[in-house]
């Protein structure tokens, strides 16, 4: 008892105030301001320092059994695993990093006062669990760290998996919406092209036959034509054609004369003081004249004529050269527009006009068409004159091609020209009755002819027809002094 005795006595002069060795569990720590650890007080009643120390005797003497610092290890981590299985998953998982290393520290302290206590191997044993629950502390911070770096970028990863399934999901309903769009939009487009195409093959349905059935009725008239041996019949229709139109013509006069009458009627005081009125119709391939209303011819002898172009609109006037008679056939240039004459006599002065635009020949485009797709058209025609100068009456042949003119008697050539900008081309702008069937032809400078055709018709298409190729090949056909007002 007395070696007991002084063994509590020196135990209890080397006790630590820190030491407590009543409560047989773990104590409970929380963290507070500045992370100070403050530890909880389960019971609020403080023991003495008596109390304290003979319990620490009892305690002390108790370990007599020599139990070693490895089997107190094992104890702490079976205790530390019981408390781990009844502490709260919540709190398990907020505070065991934090709790491990409190009861580390506690346990380091409390293994450093046993050291202090024992003597001889135990104090040996007592320094290497010293040193076991350092390592352990280390080792613990290690993983602690390395489980709080693989947390992180656990976190991380997740939180861009997130949002990368989020923005996967965001493409996916974008391109589901965009893909339907697409499809409605096909349909609808491919419902449009049925329809079309049905509409076409409907339209080539009646189209075919319509065209099937005119051919038959056709074929019917050819055969029944053939069939009563009617050869007369085309010449008949040339018949009608021919008298329709001179009905047109003399219609057109007529209709003429009437537009007169009304002028003169709503001016009647200024047409008492004219002398002169025009005559003609006002068309392609007719001659206009002006005449005398007192039937007074001697004053055309002694007046100056000069005829002009004039636009619908009034604002351009283009002086016809040449044109410096009281007759004047128009020509292809002429349609469209108006024509004045102005007129001196002495010191007056008058001015006469059309009362409209010349209108064009009846058919006279689709004939010149029909040849403007040949390359080349022949028409029969008489020289009247050579270089100013009556020549004898003989038949030749006027050539229009694509790349140039030429007059032909017979087989031999008589002048042939290529399209040039020296060459001119326009109707005749003299006086006489053919006025209307000539044109006036000049191929190169210092040679010029005067050119009778057998008709108005063919005149006015050799002319429109000449200038047609004559543009496609960069050039302008016109009279003398006015190529550059007209086009072609």
Known sequence: MTKYNSLGTDTKLLVSSDANFVLNRFPCYTLGANNMIIEKNDNPSVPSLKEIVAMETIQLIEQQKRLSV???????????????????????????????HVLLKKLRDLLKLLKGRVVGSNKDDVGESISMVEALAFQLTQSEGNLIQEKSEIKSLAASLKQATEDAKKVVEEERAFAHAEIERARKAVNRVEQILKEQ???????????????????????????????SKVMDMEHELKSLRVQLAEKSMYSIQLRKQLEIKNKPMENKSNIYELDGLESLGSRLQVICCNNSESTLDISNFQWFRVSKDGNKKELISGATKPQYASEPFDVGK?????????????????????????????????????????????????????????????????????????????TKQSYSKS??????????????????????????????????????AAIMLARRFAYDCNKILAGPNDYILNGT
């Open 70 to 100: 490895r089997v107190l290890a094992e104890k702490f981590e079976k205790g530390l695993a019981t408390a781990a299985k009844l502490s709260n998953e919540e709190r398990w998982k907020e505070n065991v990093p934090l709790d491990r």
């Open 338 to 414: 108006n024509l004045h004459v102005e007129i001196v006599l002495g010191d007056k002065k008058i001015l006469l006009a059309t009362t409209g635009p010349i209108d064009p020949a009846s058919g006279l485009g689709e004939y010149v068409e029909s040849l403007f797709s040949k390359l080349d058209t022949n028409f029969n025609v008489v020289v009247v004159q050579i270089n100013g100068h009556d020549h004898p009456s003989s038949i030749h042949v006027f050539h229009v091609g694509k790349m140039r003119l030429k007059l032909c008697s017979g087989k031999r050539t008589k």
């Open 423 to 460: 060459m001119q081309l326009c109707g005749i702008r003299g006086s006489g009755s053919a006025a209307t069937k000539a044109i006036f032809w000049q191929p190169r400078k210092n040679l010029s002819y005067i050119l009778a055709f057998e008709s108005e018709r063919e005149r006015n």
């Open 201 to 231: 093959e409907e339209m080539s349905r009646t189209s075919d036959k319509q065209n099937i059935e005119e051919l038959m009725k056709e074929v019917q008239e050819a055969r029944r034509i053939k069939m009563l041996h009617q050869p």
